[in-house]
């Protein structure tokens, strides 16, 4: 996204989210029927509306996003406003600015840094707007002055977020071993590992890299004869061509690197990256491991472009809307109370790392949605504890059971 001030990013996407259109800020309205009805809006009878601000809702992991919130907004009669900001600070503190501006009376965010949460958080509090975050979660050892806020706060209602250091851990394992079930050049396992990162200051790489380091330690505690090695972080940002910069300028500096953890996920960076190692004829040569899967994924997988990959937790953000969703609603549970830091739900990833792990996927979470019409107005219904039990029990088991 092209940088912009403060001032006209607030009149673009206000002028935006307002009228439910679509040009890089986009918008889309829920269902029109029956708008007025008491069981479609909050305590006066109003309509609901919530907004959505995201990095962006065109890339893999963030269309998906989108699509699973407007899919449960159709089904309960929830209007819908979504503001791209580019994980840009300004950008992501305006986004809250305009949508609490369009009228929403809750918003889910995906933001980039804890720091920008203090004014998205005051925000809200001053215009009386729920705010939960989906993907993110606030670090209260690393940022207490804002979990403070948090807490403080009688409209934060709280987050969905991925065991972050977990998902590190297990992908480093993953790159370490040996897989005869991957593509023919890539299967022995992992020594001299680099790090690709996404931007300064991410919450969610930061706990990422705790996880690639802890589980590169626990490796080389017990493969002490066989240790494994892991770069610095080199940042890309969130550009497909500093992707390919990045993985070209690891390359040559050290031949012998066999892997590359690209940490910003299925987004511009990781594009960028596997396509480099193609131009350089390193494709099926070096393992690449990485988060939020890519729509080719099981091309890259076959062919040996991508070694392994977590993600399918697209459905996180259904969740924190849902959330947002039962706060306006005035449900019991969810309602935030001062003093309270609000309601936690820790997501799970589904990794893959062959063909035939990723065929499993794409039937049960792509073909197939991972939950039906009926199945998401049901969810609306649950109190937080069975939410979150529905929530963490999602896995490619879990779907098979039901749609059996």
Same mark, same amino acid.
């Given at each position: 996204?092209?940088?912009?001030?403060?001032?006209?990013?607030?009149?673009?996407?206000?002028? %935006?989210?307002?009228?439910?259109?679509?040009?890089?800020?986009?918008? /889309? $309205?829920?269902?029109?029927?029956?708008?007025?009805?008491?069981?479609?809006?909050?305590?006066?009878?109003?309509?609901?509306?919530?907004?959505?601000?995201?990095?962006?809702?065109?890339?893999?992991? $963030?269309?998906?996003?989108?699509?699973?919130?407007?899919?449960? @907004?159709?089904?309960?009669?929830?209007?819908?406003?979504?503001?791209?900001?580019?994980?840009?600070?300004?950008?992501? %503190?305006?986004?809250?600015? %305009?949508?609490?501006?369009?009228? /929403?009376?809750?918003?889910?965010?995906?933001?980039?840094?804890?720091?920008?949460?203090?004014?998205?958080?005051?925000?809200?509090?001053?215009?009386?707007?729920?705010?939960?975050?989906?993907?993110?979660?606030?670090?209260?050892?690393?940022?207490?002055?804002? &979990?403070?806020?948090?807490? @403080?706060?009688?409209?934060?209602?709280?987050?969905?977020?991925?065991?972050?250091?977990?998902?590190?851990?297990?992908?480093?394992?993953?790159? /370490?071993?040996?897989?005869?079930?991957?593509?023919?050049?890539?299967?022995?396992?992992?020594?001299?590992?680099?790090?690709?990162?996404? %931007?300064?200051?991410? @919450?969610?790489?930061?706990?990422?890299?705790?996880?690639?380091?802890?589980?590169?330690?626990?490796?080389?505690?017990?493969?002490?004869?066989?240790?494994?090695?892991?770069?610095?972080?080199?940042?890309?940002?969130?550009?497909?061509?500093?992707?390919?910069?990045?993985?070209?300028?690891?390359?040559?500096?050290?031949?012998?690197?066999?892997?590359?953890?690209? @940490?910003?996920?299925?987004?511009?960076?990781?594009?960028?990256?596997?396509?480099?190692?193609?131009?350089?004829?390193?494709?099926?040569?070096?393992?690449?491991?990485?988060?939020?899967?890519?729509?080719?994924?099981?091309?890259?997988?076959?062919?040996?472009?991508? &070694?392994?990959?977590?993600?399918?937790?697209?459905?996180?953000?259904? &969740?924190?809307?849902?959330?947002?969703?039962?706060?306006?609603?005035?449900?019991?549970?969810?309602?935030?109370?001062?003093?309270?830091?609000?309601?936690?739900?820790?997501?799970?990833?589904?990794?893959?790392?062959?063909?035939?792990?990723?065929?499993?996927?794409?039937?049960?979470?792509?073909?197939?949605?991972?939950?039906?019409?009926?199945?998401?107005?049901?969810?609306?219904?649950?109190?937080?504890?069975?939410?979150?039990?529905?929530?963490?029990?999602?896995?490619?088991?879990?779907?098979?059971?039901?749609?059996?």
């Amino acid at each position: 996204m092209k940088d912009v001030s403060r001032r006209n990013f607030i009149k673009m996407s206000a002028a %935006t989210a307002g009228l439910g259109l679509a040009a890089g800020l986009t918008g /889309c $309205g829920g269902n029109e029927s029956g708008s007025g009805s008491a069981s479609n809006g909050g305590g006066d009878g109003e309509k609901i509306k919530i907004g959505v601000s995201i990095w962006s809702s065109t890339d893999a992991l $963030g269309k998906l996003s989108v699509e699973i919130i407007e899919k449960a @907004a159709d089904i309960l009669g929830v209007e819908i406003s979504t503001v791209d900001q580019g994980h840009v600070s300004e950008q992501v %503190t305006a986004s809250i600015e %305009t949508l609490c501006a369009a009228g /929403c009376q809750g918003i889910v965010v995906c933001n980039s840094a804890d720091s920008e949460m203090t004014s998205a958080i005051n925000t809200c509090n001053e215009n009386g707007v729920y705010l939960a975050q989906f993907y993110r979660m606030i670090n209260k050892e690393n940022s207490a002055d804002v &979990y403070a806020v948090a807490e @403080a706060s009688e409209y934060y209602v709280g987050a969905v977020h991925e065991d972050e250091v977990g998902n590190g851990e297990k992908l480093v394992e993953l790159l /370490c071993s040996d897989n005869d079930q991957a593509y023919e050049g890539i299967q022995k396992g992992a020594r001299n590992i680099k790090l690709e990162a996404w %931007t300064v200051g991410d @919450a969610t790489f930061q706990e990422r890299w705790k996880g690639y380091k802890s589980g590169v330690e626990k490796w080389n505690k017990e493969h002490a004869d066989d240790p494994v090695t892991l770069s610095e972080p080199v940042y890309a940002n969130t550009s497909s061509s500093e992707g390919a910069n990045v993985t070209q300028q690891f390359y040559n500096n050290d031949k012998s690197m066999d892997a590359l953890i690209v @940490a910003g996920g299925g987004g511009d960076p990781l594009v960028g990256s596997v396509g480099q190692l193609k131009n350089m004829g390193l494709t099926g040569k070096i393992r690449v491991a990485s988060t939020d899967f890519l729509d080719d994924l099981k091309e890259q997988l076959e062919t040996g472009g991508m &070694y392994c990959e977590s993600g399918g937790h697209f459905c996180d953000p259904l &969740y924190a809307f849902l959330m947002v969703y039962n706060a306006i609603k005035g449900k019991e549970g969810f309602v935030p109370t001062a003093g309270n830091f609000g309601c936690e739900i820790k997501f799970p990833y589904v990794f893959v790392s062959s063909v035939a792990e990723y065929e499993d996927y794409e039937k049960y979470f792509v073909e197939d949605a991972p939950y039906t019409d009926d199945e998401i107005a049901d969810l609306a219904e649950l109190d937080f504890d069975a939410l979150n039990e529905a929530a963490t029990s999602l896995s490619i088991e879990d779907v098979k059971e039901r749609h059996a």
